[in-house]
């Protein structure tokens, strides 16, 4: 059975975080499935076609990965295609926290998947999705912090 991960973000935007993150976990898994949840409830800062347009570019050359969005519960998108790791990336305490209790809850509820974490690499431990929009916002420059194809527009 072939061994399909899906790492699921906002990703608004991808950050050099979230790259290293699914580069990193291509050895241990047969595919990879880069996936945008929507949130109804939280207002994105980047339009999903953009956000989904970047990681298509970033990974073109991947044919490991795959871009897909989703709505509902990660598990009910695991399901439907076949995905028995979801994959997370920890910075901090305040991740592992956080992620313990979604791992465990996505646990009780479908107990044939396995959340499996990979640590931050040390360069990128503060950096954030939220902190690139912040600096955006106010006329920063972002470029070491997000992919190349990002940066550009
Ligand atoms: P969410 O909407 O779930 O907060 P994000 O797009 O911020 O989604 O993050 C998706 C995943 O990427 C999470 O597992 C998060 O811990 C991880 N992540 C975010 N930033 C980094 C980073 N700088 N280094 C490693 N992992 C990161």
């Not at 939280?42 to 709505?71: C, G, H, M």
């Not at 076949?82 to 901090?92: A, D, E, K, Q, S």
């Not at 996505?106 to 929009?133: D, H, Q, W």
Request: hydrophobic letters at 40%; aromatic letters at 10%.
């Amino acid at each position: 059975m072939d061994r399909i991960a899906v790492f699921p973000g906002s990703f608004d935007p991808v950050t050099r975080g979230h790259e290293s993150i699914i580069r990193r976990a291509l050895p241990l898994f047969d595919k990879v499935i880069v996936a945008i949840g929507g949130n109804g409830e939280k207002k994105s800062f980047f339009p999903l076609e953009k956000r989904v347009e970047w990681l298509r570019e970033i990974f073109a050359n991947q044919p490991k990965i795959e871009i897909d969005t989703y709505s509902g519960l990660t598990v009910d998108f695991c399901k439907r295609n076949n995905i028995t790791f979801i994959l997370r990336g920890l910075r901090t305490a305040a991740d592992f926290e956080f992620e313990r209790s979604i791992g465990q809850m996505n646990k009780l509820m479908v107990p044939g998947i396995e959340t499996i974490f990979l640590l931050c690499a040390p360069e990128y431990a503060s950096l954030s999705s939220s902190i690139v929009r912040d600096i955006i916002r106010n006329g920063g420059d972002v470029k070491q912090f997000v992919p190349e194809g990002v940066a550009e527009d």
